[in-house]
């Protein structure tokens, strides 16, 4: 069987199955004492193009896409760890504005390494501390489903030819840490993340699309697109947060607009 058979949650799964790892199933590793890991890594060609995005943007991103890690856990970050593989001939003031861009999130990096390599590969890990973890897998029925932002701007950007920056939700993350039943960020779509969250716990997941507030120049259809980093929580009261929908008896999820149910596809990687 291939990657591209298997897929990345596929992948993940048969690595628990065969005891090759464990509780990998949310953004982060939760360690004793509050400590909170997460690591994402992004490869050229792969994640980004360097004629649709700047080094400066490129280094904020790859930071924020961790931190917004941390956001889900509910964790205040205390520094990042950077590995970079680059070609030989790539420009130094190309990598200096590639950390500039880094130190723009306000976490220090404090480690890492870099290495030569074909292509520019940038993977970084995030550290931070937690007093509450939800997790992916605590979703009621009865529990309003919420996100902390309008969404679909990264799938409009990209149709212009952009990567934009991704939003630090650090602030609510924590405040949303403290009551959330389940709590992850938007990275792979909307009805993909949810999915994430249905079948963890064990519930049917009901959003209506009417409710989720577009960003400018985004359509329904960029909702699926994924990448953008706002939070999605399951919670006993949406405490004014934008509420999109709710949790029921059940499992999967389903999309509605203009009360009929439709489909939005996410992100599959090795798909």
Do not use: W
């Not at 870099?114 to 009865?142: D, F, K």
């Not at 939700?169 to 709590?183: F, S, T």
């Not at 959003?207 to 400018?216: N, W």
């Amino acid at each position: 069987m291939k990657l591209s058979e298997l897929g990345e949650f596929g992948l993940l799964a048969e690595l628990e199955r065969r005891g090759l790892a464990r509780e990998i199933g949310n953004d982060a590793a939760e360690l004793p004492g509050g400590l909170v890991v997460t690591q994402d890594a992004l490869v050229e060609g792969v994640h980004f193009r360097l004629e649709m995005v700047s080094h400066r943007d490129l280094g904020f991103r790859a930071a924020a896409v961790n931190l917004s890690d941390l956001a889900a856990s509910g964790a205040t970050p205390e520094c990042l760890i950077v590995t970079l593989a680059a070609p030989a001939d790539t420009e130094v003031d190309d990598v200096l504005e590639l950390y500039e861009g880094i130190a723009e999130t306000g976490v220090p990096v404090a480690g890492g390494d870099t290495t030569e390599a074909p292509q520019l590969v940038l993977s970084v890990t995030a550290i931070g501390r937690s007093e509450r973890v939800p997790g992916r897998g605590g979703a009621r029925p009865g529990d309003t489903i919420v996100v902390t932002g309008p969404l679909g701007a990264a799938g409009a950007a990209f149709r212009e030819g952009r990567l934009l920056r991704p939003p630090l939700r650090l602030e609510e993350g924590r405040r949303l840490a403290a009551e959330a039943h389940a709590l992850l960020d938007i990275s792979d779509g909307l009805a993909q993340d949810a999915g994430h969250v249905a079948e963890r716990s064990a519930c049917r997941i009901v959003i209506d699309l009417d409710r989720v507030s577009l960003a400018p120049g985004a359509t329904v259809e960029d909702i699926g697109f994924g990448e953008d980093y706002e939070l999605l929580a399951a919670v006993p009261d949406a405490a004014g947060f934008a509420a999109i929908g709710r949790c029921e008896e059940g499992q999967g999820v389903e999309l509605r607009l203009d009360g009929k149910p439709v489909e939005l596809h996410g992100y599959r990687h090795f798909g």
